[in-house]
């Protein structure tokens, strides 16, 4: 007959055993899971590395079909805000090429004025001129403004400067919208050369309409105007305007005054970009 002590130590080594069964099967169990969690997350990482590649793949493609674009903000000026001297051709596309050259031609009563425009340096300034020619914004005005002290300057591109006489609000008119400066020349000296053509603006940053002015003497200028282009042929006309003078009109504003030799822009266009 087994005592009692030897009877409760073999049940003391059976609840043992149980419990260690019931451990380890407890850790095989444990292990299996993170096995599984460990197979998962690996799969969870190729598919998102998969996923990134293929929207990188996309970004890649978007790129290239971009390539070559720019896109421009048109700001439009409200109703309210807008004078008789305003002509609404509507806004220019957002998306412009940034690519090649364009020519832009200037027929005057004079001759013809022709110009340079590279459209990755201006390209929404380039895409505005364009827009604007093709609604013969330009077509039948007249340079209202030329300085011939400090600057030599012939200015352009009122759509309201028509007819014989000048009028008191000529130099006030443009497109009903207005955007930023390009291609600012803050590393030349001088920054606007003789045979430059550069938009006027307000002063104001992305005050830039349709005025634009011919350089035909080098002049100092704050960099604040962007450069549309150079003059490749006509900047000789433009000097015997200079050297006619002016009435002296805006002499106590901006300077300079109405030129004496009128100039008439009788069609202005730009050539399809090559390059």
Excluded at 36 to 59: E, F
Excluded at 79 to 101: F, H, I, M, W, Y
Excluded at 157 to 165: A, E, I, L, N, R
Excluded at 203 to 231: E, R
């Amino acid at each position: 007959m087994t005592s009692t002590r030897e009877r409760q130590r073999a049940a003391a080594r059976a609840k043992l055993e149980r419990e260690m069964a019931e451990r380890a099967a407890a850790a095989r169990k444990r292990r299996q899971v993170q096995a599984s969690i460990g197979a998962g997350v690996a799969l969870l990482l190729v598919v998102a590395g998969s996923v990134w590649l293929v929207m990188s793949l996309g970004d890649d493609n978007d790129a290239s079909t971009e390539a070559g674009a720019a896109t421009c903000a048109w700001t439009d000026i409200p109703a309210e805000q807008r004078n008789a001297a305003t002509k609404d051709v509507g806004l220019p596309p957002t998306s412009v090429k940034n690519t090649g050259s364009q020519t832009m031609t200037i027929d005057t009563n004079l001759g013809p004025i022709t110009a340079k425009v590279n459209l990755a340096d201006v390209p929404c300034t380039a895409a505005s001129f364009t827009h604007l020619a093709e609604k013969k914004f330009f077509d039948n005005t007249k340079c209202h403004r030329l300085v011939t002290q400090g600057l030599q300057v012939l200015q352009c591109g009122d759509p309201s400067v028509t007819g014989d006489k000048w009028k008191e609000t000529d130099g006030t008119g443009g497109p009903t919208y207005r955007f930023a400066e390009e291609n600012l020349p803050t590393d030349k000296r001088p920054p606007y050369p003789a045979g430059v053509i550069a938009m006027a603006n307000s002063g104001q940053p992305g005050s830039t309409g349709s005025q634009f002015f011919i350089v035909y003497g080098d002049s100092q200028l704050p960099a604040s105007y962007t450069v549309l282009g150079t003059v490749t042929q006509g900047l000789d006309l433009v000097a015997q305007v200079g050297a006619a003078g002016d009435d002296g009109a805006f002499a106590q504003q901006a300077g300079g005054g109405h030129p004496k030799k009128e100039v008439l822009i009788k069609s202005l266009t730009m050539s399809a970009p090559v390059g």
